[in-house]
């Protein structure tokens, strides 16, 4: 099993709608919970981080935590093209190696 | 400007000849790390350090060296490049050894072929 899993896609999303990326992480003890965008060719670009249960909001994104579940996920809403991108979900427990799911490509159609 | 910069960004070469991926931080980090990726297996953490002189493998770290005799430079080693190390390496550094979740700043990338 993954230590961090993620659907790989492709997500579909048409301009406006809600995308919604989920990731799941095998490690109790995961304590930081990162969301990273990446265009193809590019590095890794932070776009949210979250310690604690429940949601954190900014701006179009919206990052969830639910740790009995070990599920966290990002939502996108009015989804741009822009948007178009691999969406990566990392998971610290605290020290000072970082795990990294596979990323979900999500794909906004204009 | 603050980044992370990698060289070189394109490297082709042949099996068994060493070589060097330069890494290096203007930040004045203390945590610098290295990462490759391939397609479907996301980034994988190769080694990192927590500061001067002090380093650590990470998830898979067989072939490779690093060294960290400078704060501000993560030099990454092949001794024996093998056509399975052919993929996307990733530098990245953070300013905090503590183990709180500051954000790690990428290099960007340093696409390397082992034929």
């Known amino acids: 099993q993954k230590e961090v899993e993620q659907n790989s896609g492709p997500l579909s999303v048409p301009e406006g709608a809600i995308a919604s990326l989920n990731c799941t992480y095998s490690d109790r003890g995961s304590q930081s919970f990162f969301w990273y965008r990446q265009y193809s060719g590019k590095s890794p670009e932070l776009i949210m981080f979250?310690?604690?249960?429940g949601d954190k909001e900014d701006g179009r994104f919206t990052a969830q935590l639910n740790k009995a579940s070990q599920y966290v996920s990002l939502l996108i809403r009015d989804s741009q093209p822009s948007d178009s991108a691999t969406y990566l979900c990392?998971?610290?427990?605290?020290?000072?190696?970082?795990?990294f799911g596979a990323g979900t490509r999500l794909f906004v159609k204009a | 400007e603050a980044q992370v910069t990698q060289n070189p960004r394109y490297l082709i070469t042949v099996t068994g000849k060493k070589l060097t991926v330069t890494c290096s931080q203007n930040m004045n980090h203390e945590y610098m790390s290295w990462y490759r990726q391939d397609p479907g297996l996301g980034l994988r953490q190769i080694y990192y350090s927590m500061n001067v002189e002090v380093t650590d493998k990470g998830d898979v770290p067989e072939g490779y060296k690093v060294s960290r005799k400078e704060k501000r430079n993560f030099p990454l080693i092949l001794e024996s490049p093998s056509p399975n190390q052919t993929s996307l390496y990733f530098c990245?550094?953070?300013?905090?050894?503590?183990?709180?979740?500051?954000?790690?700043?990428f290099g960007p990338g340093t696409r390397l072929t082992v034929l």
């Open positions: 990392a998971v610290t427990n605290g020290g000072f190696k970082t795990i």
């Open positions: 990245a550094s953070r300013p905090s050894t503590s183990g709180s979740p500051d954000t790690q700043y």
């Open positions: 979250i310690y604690s249960n």
